[in-house]
Nanobody, 114 residues
Framework: QVRLVESGGGLVQPGGSLRLSCTATTSRFSVYTMAWYRQVPGNQRELVATITSGRITTYLDSVEGRFTIFRDNAKNTVALQMNSLKFDDTAVYYC????????WGQGTQVTVSS
């Protein structure tokens, strides 16, 4: 079973930056489209960004131009660089493959607060 481990969250002021990282324990990491999601308590999980095996990326409209998704297939890692953070970006962030998802990891908390 694939295990997902997210890290890099924290408390940041509006306008600040964070870089999230996620490692997946699968030898076939490079073939999957990977994604970052986020969830606020009481709300559904929201798709934030995706990156294909060919490194084509898509973004939620509200993060376009502020967030960048990367992948390092040699390290089985997908990262999310988050700049110009806003209060509304506060959430628990998760990574997973797009579509037929693996079991969710613990996520990493991002809190944007002054």
């Amino acid at each position: 079973q694939v295990r997902l481990v997210e890290s890099g969250g924290g408390l940041v002021q509006p306008g600040g930056s964070l870089r999230l990282s996620c490692t997946a324990t699968t030898s076939r990491f490079s073939v999957y489209t990977m994604a970052w999601y986020r969830q606020v308590p009481g709300n559904q999980r929201e798709l934030v960004a995706t990156i294909t095996s060919g490194r084509i990326t898509t973004y939620l409209d509200s993060v376009e131009g502020r967030f960048t998704i990367f992948r390092d297939n040699a390290k089985n890692t997908v990262a999310l660089q988050m700049n110009s953070l806003k209060f509304d970006d506060t959430a628990v962030y998760y990574c997973n493959r797009l579509g037929d998802q693996w079991a969710w990891g613990q996520g990493t908390q991002v809190t944007v607060s002054s």
